[in-house]
Each structure stands twice: as structure tokens, then as C-alpha cells.
């Protein structure tokens, strides 16, 4: 049975981040992860500037990755669209790219790299957690629970009735001009779809769909696309003449939106990542929200902090920025509210500006400050 000082159970962004975090200060860290090689996860590949500059923290540069530069966001619903300035310069790079390299990051600094093992039992005592996968057993001081959205057997989440997808395309010259430097966000009855641009020429997209759209659509994920470009013209466009880089997207159901996990599972197990709080996607701040909770987690051990602790510490630094996010997600739910919130965009384009500074994640710079010094 091996033995460690601490374990992440997933090997994406929030899990990675644990365990370099701890590496770097000298703790045996093991990361388990079920896939033994990159694929599509279902989420947004947009980099808010927190999210750059967290990596940065953690030694990887985007543009050195071949992010694209994102400084526009660009909103449409039906026929409706709107354009803003983003209030950061955004990036766009593929979770292909980016999991790959931090889970490199991770490993050079120490930390034990476990693929193709799948956790199927997470067992938390007194002063030890043991990780089980299959056949195997892991033993820890303590767990870091980063599995993003798949649940984990015995310590599930609520249950939302959203489904996501996410699936890259290469785009034709002009939608890949038309999507320089721009992330588009259109929205629809029943859901929303983002598009950015990434490396390697590719467009990724992501979009939901909630419980009622799924049965007037069906499960068929091309069924979606077509109807959500009957919906606006706009993603019609994006997809027109696109050739798909996979047979079918990456998907994953039962999302819960607006979800903060205050349940303690035990001492000495983190939850990071969307196991403990997950943020609407069309704040683009997932990816943020991964990062600095594991970062968090991890700050959280070498300072003896509880998992109780670090959860109501990190849960009250989110609390304003769920709240704008409810809000504005509440401006999605039906065809006259989202007409109204793209037509204040026309109007006053700094209030789009305004609202991308309230969903951010707060206070990075103090995250990005190494505890020892």
C-alpha cells in the first residue's frame, strides 16, 4: 500500500494545483487520475486574467501554450447581439493543453502522477484517508476531493437538470476571423453556448441545455446545435462549413449551477474544484475558481487548517461573486429578460464591463503570495 502525505483525487486543474502547491514545499503528494491520456473535459476554455495570473503562480504562461488573446465579449440572443470590452485581456486555450502541462508542473516538483486508475472508494479516518482504485490502495494524511463534476461514489453533490457539451471545431477563415480576440456567448430558451477561439486553429464551443429544452430537442447533440441555430443566426454562422475534431462532444449531466458544498466530509479531505462550488459558465471563471481552490487547499494543510476551516473561508471569498452570477443567470430564463439584458448591453456597453469585474474570483494576489515568505 503506498503511503503519502497527501492525495488528489483527479488530475484537472484544481487537483493539480494541490498537489504542486504541496510539492513545492516539501510534501509527498500523489495525483490520481482516471484518464490515462487527454480529453475533452466539459469546460469553458476561456483564461479570465485571474486565472493567467494564478498559473503564472504555478510556472506555466498561456501565451507560451498558444493561447489566443480575448479582449471582447460579444453577446447575442435571436437576432439581438451586443459587444463589450472585456475589462482584462482574456485568454483561449483548450483544457487538452492546459492539464496536460500543470499535471507536467506537478510532477517535476514531486508529486506522484497515478493515470488510468479510477478512485471507487474514498475512506476518511481519524488522522488518515485511504484512496481506493480497484485493486489498489492509497494512503494519505489528507485528500484533496477534485473530481470536478463527476461525483464520487459515497459523497455525492446536489443534483441539478442541466446537461453540458463541449466539442471542438475548425472553423472556416471567416468565422475564425470573426472570433479573433472575441468570446461569444449566445443565449437561447433552455440553455446558453460560448465559442472562443484556441491554439491549433480551433474553436471550442460549450453549451447547456436544462431539463425542459432536452425533452422538446431530444439527446441528440447535433439536434441541439441545429436548434440553437435556428435560434439566432449568430451560432448558426460559427458552425457553418465547420468540420468537428471528435465524433461526439464530451458531456456531463445533473449539473448543479449556484451548488457550495458547506457539508464537512471529514478533517482532513479538501473538496476543490466544482466539488465545492460551481459557478454558472458563462462567468468564464470556472477555470479560476479550480485553480484557487486547490492552491487554497493545499494552503490550508501546510497551515493546519481543517477542511471545515478552509471551506467556510473559501466559500465567504465567492459569496459576492455567486451572487452577481445568479443574477445575471436569472436574466437567461426567459426570451423578454434576455432580449432586455442584450439590449442594456447595446446601450451601455461599460454595464457588460461591470458584471465580467463582479463574477471574478477575489483576492489572487494574496493567493499568489508564497506562505513561507
Known sequence: MAEFDAIAIGGG???????????????????????????????????????????????????DMGATCIETFRMATGEQTATATLPFAGAGL?????????????QEAGAEIIRGEAATALEPAATRVRVRTGSKSFDAKCAALATGKHNMRGWPRTVGDTIAYKIQLSPSQAVARALDGVVQLVSYRGGY??????????VTICWIMDGRAMKEVGPE??????????????????LAGAHYRSARPAAVSSIPYGYKRRAIIAPNVYPTGDQLSVIPS?????????????LAAARAVLGDQTAQGFQADFLGRVRAQFFWARAVDATFKTGITRA??????????????????LTRVKGVKEMTTDPTQ
Request: with cysteine; net charge negative.
Open 13 to 63: 486543474l484544481a487537483g493539480s494545483a494541490f498537489a504542486l502547491e504541496l510539492a513545492r514545499h516539501g510534501a509527498r503528494g500523489a495525483v490520481i487520475e482516471r484518464t490515462p491520456s487527454a480529453q475533452l473535459k466539459v469546460c469553458g476554455d476561456f483564461l479570465s486574467a485571474e486565472a493567467q495570473h494564478l498559473l503564472s503562480y504555478l510556472g506555466l504562461n498561456a501565451a
Open 221 to 238: 447533440w447535433t439536434a441541439h446545435l441545429n436548434y440553437i441555430s435556428r435560434h439566432s443566426s449568430v451560432m448558426g454562422d460559427i
Open 340 to 357: 432586455l439584458s442584450v439590449g442594456a448591453m447595446g446601450a451601455l456597453p461599460p454595464l457588460a464591463t461591470l458584471v465580467a469585474s
Open 282 to 294: 458563462f462567468t468564464g471563471d470556472g477555470t479560476s475558481l479550480a485553480l484557487a481552490s486547490g
Open 94 to 106: 483548450s483544457r487538452l493543453v492546459l492539464d496536460e502541462a500543470l499535471l507536467g508542473k506537478a
Open 193 to 202: 453556448v460560448g465559442a472562443c477561439n484556441v491554439e491549433d486553429d480551433a
